[in-house]
């Protein structure tokens, strides 16, 4: 199954990024993602078909200095 | 003061205040930010934490140029990661590069942050790399392509101030880049001395976010920054190391009572 920052993610595989990415209530405006080391850009996120060997890391900007 | 402007990548800012936006409750961010009238603000990026949560994003004008932070990185490549993730949020091509072997002090790698700023320049990056002080590194820096060079005033976050001024001073001399001190600026007296030195800008955070009264000590670093700069403008006076000079006049004074001289 799918590992999303450092979880396994069962529901995910299959679905598409963009759906898991709204499902989660990410806010698009405040976010990147990263699969199998590679960038995907939001303009891919429809066309992204997440499998169980993935492993993603969907981030955020925090407060820091 | 008017045309006094800071440039950094090709962008012009009227603001010499940079400021972090670590620490804060979320709804104090906004008042810091206006009090400060800062025109860049630092961002950290750690996972994504799912569902409606409070989000720091909403809280910052948009008015405002957003300058990621590379916090985390332990090396170079690690930083240029997590600098193409930030650019992909999609806020700019800023970066200040923060990289960090020791965790005690948070003293950055100078070293790993030349390559770092060598590889994320060449992507078209606009590279702020934060270091310590030291002249041969600014060079490499500067040759690198970084945009401005950030070294510390102190160990991050410990208010300490200007610790390291005579070397910031030597970069400032030699180095042919807006040199904003970054780290360790815990008081508004300490901006403004960065800033009287010489600094392109000073960029804060601890020492406004753990002020017993945040928007109020924003407005006071703002303050001195301005200050401090237009004291630079203006050429400070020289300093006497020994004796003095009276600010008064020498003769004219009055006889003693008396008659005596």
Same mark, same amino acid.
């Given at each position: ?22 499902e ?38 925090v407060?820091?200095? | ?6 440039t ?47 989000? $720091? #994003? %909403?809280?910052?004008?948009?008015? =405002? ?10 090396? +170079?490549? @690690? &930083? ?9 949020v ?30 994320l ?28 060079i ?20 030597? $970069? #400032? %001399?030699?180095?042919?880049?807006? =040199? ?10 300490? +901006?403004? @001395? &960065?800033?009287?030195m ?13 002020a ?50």
């Amino acid at each position: 199954m799918a590992k999303i920052n450092g979880r396994a993610v069962p529901e995910a595989d299959g679905r598409s990024l963009a759906d898991y990415v709204k499902e989660q209530a990410y806010r698009l405006n405040n976010i990147a993602v990263e699969r199998n080391g590679e960038i995907v850009s939001k303009t891919d996120y429809e066309a992204t078909i997440l499998q169980p060997e993935d492993v993603l890391e969907i981030v955020q900007f925090v407060g820091g200095g | 003061m008017e045309n006094d402007v800071l440039t950094l990548g090709g962008h012009t800012f009227t603001s010499r205040f940079i400021l972090g936006s670590g620490k804060y409750s979320l709804d104090l961010i906004r008042a810091a930010v206006e009090n400060a009238g800062a025109q860049i603000i630092t961002l950290a990026l750690r996972r994504a934490e799912s569902g409606e949560t409070a989000n $720091i #994003m %909403d809280y910052i004008p948009d008015d =405002v140029t957003l300058l990621p932070n590379t916090s985390g990185a332990r090396n +170079a490549d @690690e &930083a240029v990661r997590i600098a193409r993730l930030s650019r992909e949020v999609g806020y700019g091509d800023f970066i200040k590069i923060e990289i960090m072997r020791d965790t005690k002090y948070l003293l950055p790698d100078n070293q790993e942050t030349v390559r770092a700023t060598e590889i994320l320049a060449k992507e078209g990056f606009i590279v702020m790399p934060y270091m310590y002080p030291d002249l041969n590194t600014a060079r490499d820096l500067r040759d690198a392509g970084a945009a401005s060079i950030m070294p510390l005033g102190a160990p991050i976050g410990s208010n300490k101030g200007l610790v390291t001024k005579d070397f910031i001073r030597i $970069i #400032m %001399d030699e180095v042919d880049l807006p =040199v904003i001190v970054d780290a360790g600026i815990g008081r508004p007296s300490q +901006a403004c @001395e &960065a800033m009287e030195m010489g600094a392109a800008a000073v960029m804060a955070n601890t020492g406004i976010a753990t002020a017993g009264d945040v928007p109020a000590m924003a407005q006071a670093f703002r303050k001195a920054i301005e200050a401090g700069r237009e004291a630079y403008l203006a050429g400070p006076g020289r300093v006497i190391e020994h004796g003095a000079a009276a600010s008064d006049p020498l003769t004219g004074f009055l006889e003693a009572k008396g008659g005596e001289a």
